[in-house]
């Protein structure tokens, strides 16, 4: 996936590989959840591109990008149970209820909800309810998945457990995943590269051990001494 | 025609006093004289009056106050019978005046009135349509045509019984498309092209003068509402209200009334 | 903070609030207590009365549903104007408040100007053979008309307060704009919807002045409980204040029925 935003606020290419997720990190206001809302579609693109494969998506609407997102405070439907959240994508695109029930099962075994499928958003926590937004957004098939602070809403004590049984069920998803974080430690834990973000603009790319190695400006510096926290 | 149980005897003797009011005034064109000294007289006087009422008594209280300046004549105009009703209710009033006696003469029973009621007016109906006449009315028996959209008063009110009344003097069966509350909302149904003829007093028609078009109803003059006033028990100023009621059915009371095209009871 | 601190202002928004609720319910207690009790069973089921409340419940129904259908979109654009320049974001909502403020009478004559069979598109309707005053369609019309406007505030009410990012969320997940609204946005605020539709009924239920004016009065067909007990009250008070009664507990059942029984222990 390579994605090209040129307009005010922020100029940023983005080049992701499908097994490679590539974080984007950057201090609060730095124009990272724009980048990701823009690439969702939620956001129009004035000048740029996305390219996911040979499709072009900057023309297309959101519904039709076929990009999951895990947002930050996860945004599940409180009107509807896990199991009827995680059959949305595929009801919304003509299943039956039944099949679209059927299809669902096994993305709910694969994130432990086998025995929350009848519960309602509010009866989870923060850890369950992560779950059900990526079961929710990797049922949809997408071809790329995008995911918004993941740890950010969850109690600190959980984080790390949490953060590794995402980092298994991220290298079992085959496209472009792009992961907006300020977290020194999801980076290590859940990305292969990463871009800095800094009042819009790129300031260093690469492995998190080559911004270890070579911080290029103060912020990288004091992200990557933040790690062991 | 309707009976007219207990206050008949009543009315036939101030009919003939209005009578010889009526034959003095025509005959030897003397003034209507105020009995009460114009300085005497001073406060406010409410008046609750049938709407078919509406202008000639906004006349009346215009031409009052200009003989007692210091006299403020507060009216309101609705069906005669929410008005009984308001005053059987305890509404605050001085005067009342309705557009037939039957309803007055609830108020009579209530023991609310503080004299007999002088009869001074009556009215009749007459037939309008509205000015293009789109159903092509030419005589009351065409609004017994189902084709024929006609709005009456509802027969709760003075002016829906009396077209009862006519209709069966007539021996019409007319299905009305609406019964309306008061005879304004059946003029203003009429005005607006809504129904195609609508029965009213000969009075509103006058009113809504050329915005509707009369149909002349021969058997009309035989279907009389005569028009009733009485003040109150629960009066305040008495005085100011009796000078009012006196200078309604005074010679130039009588003649405003005439010129709005009420008929002598 | 302790309690007698807190009791001062306390006592007056009491006072205050009872008085507030004697205002309103005493009067209704007035038709209670004046109620012709050993009359109340032949006056119920005369005739009259039974034809009045059919057709007051035939319409009120469908009065609700009329604006349930127009008034949700309403109230979706109504609540996503806040993005608009500000003329045509307070004209927006001055129009929606009009019926509300506007004396129902006065909006009859201007319903019977626009669709009366003289009106400005009334007059094409005739020429189609279809004329609206004085028909049971007309009560609709007149009842949609002065209660829609509690529907639209109640959902707008509703949107504002909901978070709408689970639209974002839904659209992520390929579903369509008008999937979006139907499958995320009305259930979100459901119990908006559900408010508004109660109140809406409660007033097309309640309503007298653009019904008479509009559509008039006529038994069976446009003579709702209102009318009724206003023509009866100019006869019959008994009459009149057993139609009252029968409007009055039919509201304050629908009021207190349709509240609690709609969600079923979903809030996010």
């Given at each position: 996936?390579?994605?090209?935003?040129?307009?005010?606020?922020?100029?940023?290419?983005?080049?992701?590989?499908?097994?490679?997720?590539?974080?984007?990190?950057?201090?609060?206001?730095?124009?990272?959840?724009?980048?990701?809302?823009?690439?969702?579609?939620?956001?129009?693109?004035?000048?740029?591109?996305?390219?996911?494969?040979?499709?072009?998506?900057?023309?297309?609407?959101?519904?039709?990008?076929?990009?999951?997102?895990?947002?930050?405070?996860?945004?599940?439907?409180?009107?509807?149970?896990?199991?009827?959240?995680?059959?949305?994508?595929?009801?919304?695109?003509?299943?039956?209820?039944?099949?679209?029930?059927?299809?669902?099962?096994?993305?709910?075994?694969?994130?432990?909800?086998?025995?929350?499928?009848?519960?309602?958003?509010?009866?989870?926590?923060?850890?369950?309810?992560?779950?059900?937004?990526?079961?929710?957004?990797?049922?949809?098939?997408?071809?790329?998945?995008?995911?918004?602070?993941?740890?950010?809403?969850?109690?600190?004590?959980?984080?790390?457990?949490?953060?590794?049984?995402?980092?298994?069920?991220?290298?079992?998803?085959?496209?472009?995943?792009?992961?907006?974080?300020?977290?020194?430690?999801?980076?290590?834990?859940?990305?292969?590269?990463?871009?800095?973000?800094?009042?819009?603009?790129?300031?260093?790319?690469?492995?998190?051990?080559?911004?270890?190695?070579?911080?290029?400006?103060?912020?990288?510096?004091?992200?990557?001494?933040?790690?062991?926290? | 025609?309707?009976?007219?149980?207990?206050?008949?005897?009543?009315?036939?003797?101030?009919?003939?006093?209005?009578?010889?009011?009526?034959?003095?005034?025509?005959?030897?064109?003397?003034?209507?004289?105020?009995?009460?000294?114009?300085?005497?007289?001073?406060?406010?006087?409410?008046?609750?009056?049938?709407?078919?009422?509406?202008?000639?008594?906004?006349?009346?209280?215009?031409?009052?106050?200009?003989?007692?300046?210091?006299?403020?004549?507060?009216?309101?105009?609705?069906?005669?019978?929410?008005?009984?009703?308001?005053?059987?209710?305890?509404?605050?009033?001085?005067?009342?005046?309705?557009?037939?006696?039957?309803?007055?003469?609830?108020?009579?029973?209530?023991?609310?009135?503080?004299?007999?009621?002088?009869?001074?007016?009556?009215?009749?109906?007459?037939?309008?349509?509205?000015?293009?006449?789109?159903?092509?009315?030419?005589?009351?028996?065409?609004?017994?045509?189902?084709?024929?959209?006609?709005?009456?008063?509802?027969?709760?009110?003075?002016?829906?019984?009396?077209?009862?009344?006519?209709?069966?003097?007539?021996?019409?069966?007319?299905?009305?498309?609406?019964?309306?509350?008061?005879?304004?909302?059946?003029?203003?149904?009429?005005?607006?092209?809504?129904?195609?003829?609508?029965?009213?007093?000969?009075?509103?028609?006058?009113?809504?003068?050329?915005?509707?078009?009369?149909?002349?109803?021969?058997?009309?003059a035989n279907v009389v509402n005569r028009y009733p006033i009485a003040v109150l028990k629960g009066s305040t100023n008495k005085a100011a209200a009796t000078a009012f009621e006196?200078?309604?059915?005074?010679?130039?009371?009588?003649?405003?009334?005439?010129?709005?095209?009420?008929?002598?009871? | 903070?302790?309690?007698?601190?807190?009791?001062?202002?306390?006592?007056?928004?009491?006072?205050?609030?009872?008085?507030?609720?004697?205002?309103?319910?005493?009067?209704?207690?007035?038709?209670?207590?004046?109620?012709?009790?050993?009359?109340?069973?032949?006056?119920?089921?005369?005739?009259?009365?039974?034809?009045?409340?059919?057709?007051?419940?035939?319409?009120?129904?469908?009065?609700?549903?009329?604006?349930?259908?127009?008034?949700?979109?309403?109230?979706?654009?109504?609540?996503?104007?806040?993005?608009?320049?500000?003329?045509?974001?307070?004209?927006?909502?001055?129009?929606?408040?009009?019926?509300?403020?506007?004396?129902?009478?006065?909006?009859?004559?201007?319903?019977?100007?626009?669709?009366?069979?003289?009106?400005?598109?009334?007059?094409?309707?005739?020429?189609?053979?279809?004329?609206?005053?004085?028909?049971?369609?007309?009560?609709?019309?007149?009842?949609?008309?002065?209660?829609?406007?509690?529907?639209?505030?109640?959902?707008?009410?509703?949107?504002?307060?909901?978070?709408?990012?689970?639209?974002?969320?839904?659209?992520?997940?390929?579903?369509?704009?008008?999937?979006?609204?139907?499958?995320?946005?009305?259930?979100?605020?459901?119990?908006?919807?559900?408010?508004?539709?109660?109140?809406?009924?409660?007033?097309?239920?309640?309503?007298?002045?653009?019904?008479?004016?509009?559509?008039?009065?006529?038994?069976?067909?446009?003579?709702?409980?209102?009318?009724?007990?206003?023509?009866?009250?100019?006869?019959?008070?008994?009459?009149?204040?057993?139609?009252?009664?029968?409007?009055?507990?039919?509201?304050?059942?629908?009021?207190?029925?349709?509240?609690?029984?709609?969600?079923?222990?979903?809030?996010?």
């Amino acid at each position: 996936m390579r994605i090209e935003r040129a307009d005010f606020p922020t100029s940023v290419t983005l080049d992701v590989r499908a097994g490679q997720p590539l974080a984007l990190v950057g201090p609060n206001g730095a124009g990272k959840t724009t980048v990701l809302h823009a690439i969702a579609g939620h956001l129009p693109i004035m000048i740029g591109s996305i390219q996911l494969g040979d499709r072009e998506l900057v023309e297309l609407a959101p519904e039709a990008r076929r990009i999951g997102v895990v947002f930050q405070d996860f945004l599940l439907f409180p009107h509807l149970t896990v199991a009827d959240n995680v059959a949305y994508g595929l009801r919304m695109c003509g299943s039956g209820r039944k099949p679209a029930r059927a299809a669902t099962l096994p993305w709910l075994e694969r994130f432990d909800l086998s025995d929350l499928a009848g519960r309602y958003p509010h009866e989870l926590s923060g850890g369950q309810a992560q779950r059900v937004a990526l079961a929710r957004a990797l049922a949809a098939e997408p071809e790329a998945l995008l995911l918004d602070e993941p740890m950010a809403a969850l109690d600190v004590e959980i984080r790390d457990e949490v953060r590794a049984q995402l980092a298994d069920h991220l290298r079992d998803f085959a496209g472009p995943t792009v992961i907006v974080t300020h977290s020194a430690a999801d980076v290590a834990a859940l990305a292969a590269d990463v871009v800095v973000l800094e009042r819009g603009a790129v300031t260093q790319r690469g492995t998190w051990e080559s911004l270890r190695a070579a911080p290029a400006t103060p912020y990288v510096a004091r992200l990557v001494e933040r790690r062991e926290e | 025609m309707n009976p007219r149980p207990a206050l008949v005897a009543a009315a036939t003797a101030t009919v003939a006093a209005l009578v010889l009011v009526g034959c003095s005034a025509s005959g030897a064109g003397s003034t209507g004289t105020p009995t009460a000294t114009p300085d005497s007289l001073k406060g406010t006087v409410t008046v609750l009056a049938a709407a078919s009422l509406t202008e000639v008594y906004r006349d009346l209280a215009t031409q009052f106050e200009k003989l007692h300046p210091n006299v403020t004549i507060t009216q309101s105009f609705g069906g005669s019978s929410a008005l009984s009703t308001q005053i059987i209710q305890g509404a605050p009033a001085d005067l009342l005046a309705t557009a037939n006696e039957a309803t007055m003469k609830t108020v009579i029973d209530a023991g609310l009135t503080d004299e007999t009621p002088i009869l001074y007016a009556s009215n009749v109906l007459t037939l309008i349509v509205p000015p293009t006449n789109p159903a092509h009315v030419a005589t009351i028996a065409d609004i017994a045509d189902p084709a024929v959209k006609v709005a009456l008063c509802d027969k709760t009110v003075p002016c829906g019984s009396a077209a009862l009344t006519l209709l069966a003097v007539e021996k019409l069966k007319v299905t009305p498309v609406t019964l309306e509350t008061d005879v304004k909302a059946v003029v203003t149904k009429v005005e607006l092209d809504e129904v195609d003829a609508g029965l009213v007093y000969v009075t509103d028609a006058q009113t809504a003068g050329s915005r509707v078009t009369q149909i002349p109803v021969p058997d009309a003059a035989n279907v009389v509402n005569r028009y009733p006033i009485a003040v109150l028990k629960g009066s305040t100023n008495k005085a100011a209200a009796t000078a009012f009621e006196q200078f309604i059915f005074s010679t130039t009371g009588l003649a405003v009334l005439k010129k709005a095209g009420f008929g002598t009871p | 903070m302790t309690p007698a601190r807190r009791s001062g202002p306390a006592v007056i928004i009491w006072v205050i609030a009872a008085l507030a609720l004697a205002l309103l319910v005493l009067p209704l207690l007035g038709i209670l207590l004046s109620a012709p009790w050993p009359h109340l069973p032949a006056l119920l089921v005369a005739p009259e009365t039974l034809q009045a409340l059919g057709l007051s419940l035939l319409t009120g129904v469908i009065s609700t549903f009329c604006c349930l259908v127009l008034g949700i979109p309403l109230a979706v654009v109504l609540a996503r104007s806040v993005g608009w320049a500000v003329v045509p974001r307070r004209l927006l909502r001055a129009a929606v408040t009009v019926p509300l403020v506007l004396p129902p009478v006065v909006g009859g004559l201007a319903l019977l100007l626009l669709l009366g069979r003289n009106g400005i598109l009334g007059k094409y309707l005739a020429q189609l053979g279809i004329t609206l005053p004085f028909t049971t369609g007309a009560v609709v019309i007149a009842q949609t008309f002065v209660a829609m406007p509690f529907l639209v505030f109640a959902v707008e009410g509703a949107l504002r307060g909901a978070d709408r990012r689970v639209e974002l969320a839904a659209a992520s997940l390929g579903a369509t704009p008008f999937q979006v609204f139907r499958t995320i946005t009305v259930p979100l605020v459901a119990p908006g919807i559900a408010a508004g539709a109660v109140l809406c009924f409660a007033r097309a239920l309640g309503e007298f002045g653009a019904t008479i004016t509009f559509a008039g009065s006529y038994p069976g067909v446009t003579r709702t409980l209102p009318i009724a007990s206003y023509l009866a009250s100019q006869t019959d008070l008994n009459q009149s204040i057993a139609l009252a009664l029968v409007l009055l507990v039919v509201s304050v059942a629908v009021l207190l029925g349709l509240r609690d029984r709609w969600l079923p222990g979903v809030r996010g």
